[in-house]
């Protein structure tokens, strides 16, 4: 038995692959095995991978048809020996080299993630827009995912950790298998370990733009569609508002708006606390102060707007809709980052 699985997984890397086995291979000298999975590719990969395997340590799992980086990580690490997996590109993008830290502090107990956003970590030769849409995934990650806040490159292909777990993660989407096992895992520790993104020398990337929308969907899945709740119960919240400004109609609207502001306030609250963020245990009146603070530029910008259109003739319910729109995403971040932390 070896106590490390390297776990491949492969879409037409034929040309790549004798070169990261063998520096796989003088990187770990022994001890280790490498599990292909392939997904049938076209190129050959898994013939290849199977000529490597009489003179190293390698396995090849097939798959019919292409179904995806995360899916081929966990079936890779279900067919693993080794106490520990190593989970890294194909493509030589990620340097063999780096393969014994990580699975030293993976030894440790910790999830080891190769990164490309700490000190001394980066990508060579991105462009512009990659680099964005890069930087765009980890922010969007970060803030909708505690799991991954922690984490300065949440969504790196590189990593180490406990093969147990690996093997046990359900994948939520095609590529972003990290964030799978820091949300489903819980690791106690995660240990970042910079290293430089390479450039792909041979073959292409799979990466596309319907992994941006599969991207979107796997952050969403993971932090159980919180954005959309939250944009649900401020549904309700307007309605509430609305009622609260009819009854109050004979008021001035300065003071109707104020008070319709302040119980739908308290309404989305409670809704939050019991539904969106059920899982946070939030103290009741400690948190109902804070969403004060946390929505204060939402509401601000709420009242304000609604008393500007209602003075421009605006009817008021309508003037209160457009006050809530633009206060919702303000609203949005300042809760998940200081309310329900
Ligand atoms: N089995 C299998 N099935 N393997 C796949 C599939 C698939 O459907 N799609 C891609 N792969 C393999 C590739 O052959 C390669 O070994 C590895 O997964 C990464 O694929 P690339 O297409 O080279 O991805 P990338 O370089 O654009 O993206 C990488 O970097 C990202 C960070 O920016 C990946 O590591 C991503 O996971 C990572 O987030
Ligand atoms: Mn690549």
């Not at 803030?143 to 406990?162: C, H, N, Q, T, W």
Request: glycine share 10%.
């Amino acid at each position: 038995m070896s106590s490390v699985s390297v776990i491949l997984p492969t879409y037409n890397e034929a040309e790549n692959l004798p070169e990261l086995v063998e520096r796989l291979d003088k990187a770990l000298g022994g001890g280790y095995e490498v599990v292909v999975v392939d997904d049938n590719s076209p190129d050959g990969t898994a013939e290849v991978a199977r000529r490597l395997a009489e003179r190293f340590p390698v396995r090849v799992v097939v798959r019919e048809g292409r179904r995806g980086l995360s899916s081929a990580v966990v079936e890779g690490a279900r067919a693993a020996s080794g106490e520990v997996v190593v989970v890294m590109d194909a493509d030589l993008q990620h340097p063999p080299e780096l393969v014994p830290r990580l699975v030293e502090a993976a030894r440790r107990g910790c999830l080891a993630v190769a990164s490309r956003y700490v000190q001394g970590g980066r990508v060579a030769g991105w462009p512009l827009a990659r680099r964005v849409t890069s930087r765009g995934a980890v922010l969007l990650a970060r803030l909708l995912l505690r799991e991954a806040r922690g984490v300065k490159d949440p969504v790196s292909g590189f990593f180490a950790y406990r093969r147990d777990c690996v093997a046990g993660v359900k994948p939520t989407g095609l590529y972003k298998i990290l964030l799978d096992v820091l949300v489903q895992c819980k690791p106690v520790c995660v240990e970042e370990i910079p290293f430089v993104f390479g450039q792909r020398t041979r073959g292409r990337s799979k990466l596309g733009r319907r992994h941006i929308v599969d991207f979107v969907r796997q952050v969403l899945v993971l932090s159980r569609w919180r954005p959309l709740k939250f944009a649900a119960v401020g549904a309700t919240g307007v309605g509430v508002a609305w009622a609260v400004l009819y009854l109050l109609g004979w008021l001035p609207t300065v003071f109707s708006t104020a008070a319709a502001i302040e119980v739908s306030l308290t309404t989305n609250y409670l809704l939050n606390r019991m539904w969106t963020f059920a899982d946070r245990g939030t103290p009741l009146l400690g948190g109902w102060i804070r969403y004060h603070a946390a929505t204060a530029v939402g509401n601000l910008t709420n009242y304000l707007v609604t008393n500007v259109l209602s003075l421009l003739g605006v009817l008021v319910y309508a003037a209160y809709l457009a006050g809530v729109v633009s206060g919702y995403v303000a609203n949005y971040i300042f809760s998940e980052l200081e309310v329900f932390k």
